[in-house]
Protein backbone atom coordinates (compact mmCIF):
# COMPACT_ATOMS: atom_id res chain seq x y z
CA UNK A 1 0.00 0.00 0.00
CA UNK A 2 0.98 2.12 0.02
CA UNK A 3 1.77 5.90 0.13
CA UNK A 4 4.36 4.66 2.63
CA UNK A 5 6.57 7.31 4.19
CA UNK A 6 9.34 7.20 6.50
CA UNK A 7 11.59 9.21 8.97
CA UNK A 8 11.21 12.17 10.59
CA UNK A 9 13.06 15.34 10.02
CA UNK A 10 15.87 14.77 12.42
CA UNK A 11 16.03 11.27 11.05
CA UNK A 12 17.32 10.14 7.82
CA UNK A 13 15.12 11.56 5.51
CA UNK A 14 16.96 14.58 5.47
CA UNK A 15 13.84 17.36 5.12
CA UNK A 16 15.26 20.82 5.91
CA UNK A 17 13.75 22.88 8.81
CA UNK A 18 11.27 25.88 8.05
CA UNK A 19 9.56 28.34 10.16
CA UNK A 20 6.66 27.10 12.54
CA UNK A 21 4.49 29.42 10.47
CA UNK A 22 4.94 28.32 7.31
CA UNK A 23 5.20 24.83 8.15
CA UNK A 24 1.99 25.05 9.38
CA UNK A 25 0.63 26.91 6.22
CA UNK A 26 2.09 23.92 4.39
CA UNK A 27 0.49 21.49 6.31
CA UNK A 28 -2.79 22.39 5.45
CA UNK A 29 -2.12 22.75 2.18
CA UNK A 30 -1.22 19.16 2.14
CA UNK A 31 -4.20 18.34 3.91
CA UNK A 32 -6.15 19.97 1.97
CA UNK A 33 -4.66 18.45 -1.15
CA UNK A 34 -5.08 14.86 -0.08
CA UNK A 35 -8.75 15.37 0.97
CA UNK A 36 -9.36 16.95 -2.25
CA UNK A 37 -7.31 13.34 -4.12
CA UNK A 38 -9.51 11.23 -1.80
CA UNK A 39 -12.95 12.66 -2.74
CA UNK A 40 -12.03 12.73 -6.12
CA UNK A 41 -10.94 9.14 -6.13
CA UNK A 42 -14.62 8.13 -4.05
CA UNK A 43 -16.28 9.61 -6.60
CA UNK A 44 -14.77 7.19 -9.40
CA UNK A 45 -16.42 4.54 -10.71
CA UNK A 46 -16.16 1.55 -7.84
CA UNK A 47 -15.29 -1.15 -10.27
CA UNK A 48 -11.57 -2.37 -9.46
CA UNK A 49 -8.94 -4.97 -9.44
CA UNK A 50 -5.50 -5.66 -8.22
CA UNK A 51 -2.83 -2.59 -6.77
CA UNK A 52 -0.65 -0.15 -7.27
CA UNK A 53 2.63 -2.04 -7.45
CA UNK A 54 4.63 0.88 -6.84
CA UNK A 55 5.47 2.09 -3.14
CA UNK A 56 6.46 5.34 -3.42
CA UNK A 57 8.60 5.47 -0.03
CA UNK A 58 11.82 4.27 1.79
CA UNK A 59 12.74 1.47 3.93
CA UNK A 60 12.39 3.95 7.10
CA UNK A 61 9.33 3.79 9.33
CA UNK A 62 7.39 6.82 11.36
CA UNK A 63 7.88 7.41 14.85
CA UNK A 64 5.25 6.10 16.87
CA UNK A 65 1.97 8.68 16.92
CA UNK A 66 3.61 10.64 13.79
CA UNK A 67 1.15 10.88 11.00
CA UNK A 68 1.57 11.26 7.31
CA UNK A 69 -0.35 11.40 3.85
CA UNK A 70 0.83 11.32 0.20
CA UNK A 71 -0.91 12.66 -3.05
CA UNK A 72 0.03 12.13 -6.87
CA UNK A 73 -0.82 10.42 -10.16
CA UNK A 74 0.94 7.57 -12.87
CA UNK A 75 0.80 5.50 -15.51
CA UNK A 76 0.85 2.18 -16.49
CA UNK A 77 1.96 0.24 -20.03
CA UNK A 78 1.02 -3.28 -20.46
CA UNK A 79 1.53 -5.73 -23.03
CA UNK A 80 -0.03 -9.35 -22.34
CA UNK A 81 -1.36 -12.19 -24.43
CA UNK A 82 -1.02 -14.12 -27.36
CA UNK A 83 -1.10 -12.29 -29.91
CA UNK A 84 -0.01 -9.09 -27.82
CA UNK A 85 -2.51 -6.74 -26.69
CA UNK A 86 -1.38 -3.45 -25.52
CA UNK A 87 -3.11 -0.96 -23.23
CA UNK A 88 -1.84 2.23 -22.05
CA UNK A 89 -3.16 4.48 -19.12
CA UNK A 90 -1.45 7.44 -18.89
CA UNK A 91 -3.12 8.91 -15.48
CA UNK A 92 -3.61 6.98 -12.55
CA UNK A 93 -4.58 9.15 -9.15
CA UNK A 94 -3.25 8.07 -5.98
CA UNK A 95 -3.97 9.42 -2.60
CA UNK A 96 -2.76 7.60 0.93
CA UNK A 97 -2.26 8.29 4.72
CA UNK A 98 0.10 6.81 7.41
CA UNK A 99 0.17 6.36 11.14
CA UNK A 100 3.40 4.93 13.20
CA UNK A 101 2.24 1.92 15.35
CA UNK A 102 5.31 1.52 17.19
CA UNK A 103 9.25 1.88 17.06
CA UNK A 104 10.06 0.07 13.44
CA UNK A 105 6.28 -0.33 13.06
CA UNK A 106 3.68 1.77 10.91
CA UNK A 107 0.19 0.97 9.41
CA UNK A 108 -1.09 2.94 5.81
CA UNK A 109 -3.86 2.79 3.91
CA UNK A 110 -4.75 4.22 0.10
CA UNK A 111 -6.95 4.68 -2.25
CA UNK A 112 -5.73 4.23 -6.43
CA UNK A 113 -7.13 3.65 -9.77
CA UNK A 114 -5.71 0.52 -11.62
CA UNK A 115 -5.22 -0.79 -14.75
CA UNK A 116 -5.40 -4.57 -15.10
CA UNK A 117 -4.01 -5.93 -18.51
CA UNK A 118 -7.31 -6.88 -19.71
CA UNK A 119 -9.16 -5.41 -22.15
CA UNK A 120 -12.38 -6.27 -20.33
CA UNK A 121 -11.49 -4.59 -17.50
CA UNK A 122 -10.87 -0.97 -17.76
CA UNK A 123 -9.25 1.30 -15.07
CA UNK A 124 -11.29 1.04 -11.80
CA UNK A 125 -10.62 2.33 -8.00
CA UNK A 126 -9.28 -0.06 -5.11
CA UNK A 127 -7.84 0.67 -1.64
CA UNK A 128 -5.23 -1.20 0.28
CA UNK A 129 -4.13 -1.66 3.57
CA UNK A 130 -0.68 -2.57 4.41
CA UNK A 131 1.76 -2.94 7.96
CA UNK A 132 5.37 -2.15 7.39
CA UNK A 133 8.11 -3.42 9.66
CA UNK A 134 12.08 -1.69 9.45
CA UNK A 135 14.04 -4.60 9.90
CA UNK A 136 17.49 -2.41 10.12
CA UNK A 137 18.54 0.00 13.33
CA UNK A 138 16.93 3.51 13.03
CA UNK A 139 20.85 4.95 12.73
CA UNK A 140 21.63 2.68 9.82
CA UNK A 141 22.91 3.82 6.73
CA UNK A 142 21.06 1.26 4.83
CA UNK A 143 17.65 0.41 5.89
CA UNK A 144 15.55 -2.70 4.87
CA UNK A 145 11.86 -3.18 5.49
CA UNK A 146 9.32 -5.81 4.74
CA UNK A 147 5.53 -4.76 3.80
CA UNK A 148 2.39 -6.94 3.82
CA UNK A 149 -0.54 -5.57 2.76
CA UNK A 150 -4.53 -6.92 1.50
CA UNK A 151 -6.63 -4.76 -0.76
CA UNK A 152 -10.29 -5.70 -1.69
CA UNK A 153 -13.32 -4.03 -3.69
CA UNK A 154 -15.71 -4.42 -6.36
CA UNK A 155 -15.69 -4.50 -10.39
CA UNK A 156 -18.11 -4.88 -13.18
CA UNK A 157 -17.41 -7.88 -15.45
CA UNK A 158 -19.59 -9.62 -17.68
CA UNK A 159 -22.52 -7.24 -16.36
CA UNK A 160 -21.58 -9.02 -12.92
CA UNK A 161 -20.30 -7.22 -10.00
CA UNK A 162 -17.23 -9.41 -8.41
CA UNK A 163 -15.57 -9.45 -5.59
CA UNK A 164 -11.35 -9.20 -5.88
CA UNK A 165 -8.81 -9.74 -2.87
CA UNK A 166 -5.49 -8.79 -3.46
CA UNK A 167 -2.70 -9.61 -0.88
CA UNK A 168 1.09 -8.71 -1.22
CA UNK A 169 4.28 -8.23 -0.27
CA UNK A 170 7.31 -5.98 -0.81
CA UNK A 171 10.69 -5.80 0.32
CA UNK A 172 12.25 -2.52 0.40
CA UNK A 173 16.75 -1.41 0.48
CA UNK A 174 16.86 2.11 0.77
CA UNK A 175 19.70 4.88 1.40
CA UNK A 176 20.35 8.49 1.84
CA UNK A 177 22.78 9.46 -0.06
CA UNK A 178 22.54 13.53 -0.05
CA UNK A 179 21.08 15.57 3.05
CA UNK A 180 17.86 15.59 1.42
CA UNK A 181 17.83 12.34 -1.24
CA UNK A 182 17.43 8.75 -0.30
CA UNK A 183 17.31 6.35 -2.91
CA UNK A 184 15.55 3.27 -2.94
CA UNK A 185 14.83 -0.41 -4.66
CA UNK A 186 12.38 -2.81 -3.73
CA UNK A 187 11.04 -5.89 -5.01
CA UNK A 188 7.18 -6.20 -5.19
CA UNK A 189 4.43 -9.41 -5.58
CA UNK A 190 0.82 -9.28 -5.81
CA UNK A 191 -2.06 -11.48 -6.02
CA UNK A 192 -5.30 -10.78 -7.38
CA UNK A 193 -8.55 -12.97 -6.67
CA UNK A 194 -11.48 -12.16 -9.18
CA UNK A 195 -14.49 -14.26 -7.70
CA UNK A 196 -15.53 -16.59 -10.49
CA UNK A 197 -19.17 -17.51 -9.39
CA UNK A 198 -19.81 -20.54 -11.56
CA UNK A 199 -17.05 -20.89 -12.98
CA UNK A 200 -14.16 -23.28 -11.89
CA UNK A 201 -12.29 -21.88 -8.99
CA UNK A 202 -9.54 -19.99 -9.68
CA UNK A 203 -10.53 -18.95 -13.30
CA UNK A 204 -10.01 -15.17 -13.13
CA UNK A 205 -6.63 -14.37 -11.54
CA UNK A 206 -3.97 -11.66 -11.56
CA UNK A 207 -0.48 -11.83 -10.57
CA UNK A 208 2.47 -9.69 -10.62
CA UNK A 209 6.24 -9.63 -9.88
CA UNK A 210 9.20 -6.93 -10.20
CA UNK A 211 11.23 -4.43 -9.25
CA UNK A 212 11.07 -0.68 -8.18
CA UNK A 213 13.33 2.25 -8.15
CA UNK A 214 12.59 5.66 -6.86
CA UNK A 215 14.11 8.77 -5.19
CA UNK A 216 12.67 10.42 -2.20
CA UNK A 217 13.81 14.03 -2.68
CA UNK A 218 12.80 16.35 0.56
CA UNK A 219 11.24 19.83 -0.42
CA UNK A 220 11.21 21.08 3.30
CA UNK A 221 10.91 20.09 6.49
CA UNK A 222 7.29 18.93 6.06
CA UNK A 223 7.24 18.15 2.31
CA UNK A 224 8.92 15.84 -0.13
CA UNK A 225 8.45 14.37 -3.46
CA UNK A 226 8.97 10.96 -4.51
CA UNK A 227 8.90 9.87 -8.21
CA UNK A 228 9.42 5.69 -9.09
CA UNK A 229 9.42 3.30 -11.60
CA UNK A 230 9.01 -0.66 -11.73
CA UNK A 231 8.81 -3.33 -14.30
CA UNK A 232 7.01 -6.10 -13.69
CA UNK A 233 6.44 -9.51 -15.01
CA UNK A 234 2.38 -10.34 -15.73
CA UNK A 235 0.46 -13.50 -15.75
CA UNK A 236 -3.28 -13.72 -15.42
CA UNK A 237 -6.09 -15.46 -17.00
CA UNK A 238 -9.81 -13.98 -17.63
CA UNK A 239 -12.16 -16.39 -18.00
CA UNK A 240 -10.29 -19.31 -19.29
CA UNK A 241 -7.92 -16.58 -21.34
CA UNK A 242 -4.42 -16.33 -20.55
CA UNK A 243 -3.08 -12.79 -20.40
CA UNK A 244 0.68 -13.00 -19.19
CA UNK A 245 3.36 -10.40 -20.23
CA UNK A 246 5.08 -7.29 -19.11
CA UNK A 247 4.00 -4.28 -17.35
CA UNK A 248 5.43 -1.02 -16.54
CA UNK A 249 4.07 1.86 -13.68
CA UNK A 250 5.31 4.92 -13.31
CA UNK A 251 3.92 7.55 -11.14
CA UNK A 252 5.40 10.60 -8.72
CA UNK A 253 3.77 11.76 -5.38
CA UNK A 254 3.53 14.43 -3.08
CA UNK A 255 4.03 13.69 0.52
CA UNK A 256 2.74 15.03 3.62
CA UNK A 257 4.05 15.32 7.29
CA UNK A 258 2.00 16.37 10.17
Request: charge should be positive.
Given at each position: MS????R??????????????G????A??????????????A??????A??????F???????????????G???????????????????????????????????????????????A??????????????????????????????????????????????P?????????????????????????????????????HF????????V??G??????L???V????F????????????????????G???
Amino acid sequence: MSGRDGRGPDGASGLVRESGGGGRMRAGCGLTAVFAMFAALAGAPSAWAGSWLLGFSPADTLPPGAFSAISGTGGQLSSVGDPRTTSFTPFLAHAGIRVGLADGWDIGYRLATVALPFTAVGPSLGSEIDVKHRLTPKTSPWQVALVGGVGYAYLDMQNRSRSAWSPGADLIISRQVAPKYTVFADLRYLYTFIESGQQTSGANHFQAFGPGLGVKVGLTKMVSLTPEVGVFDFQGRLTGDRADGLGVQYGAVLGFRF
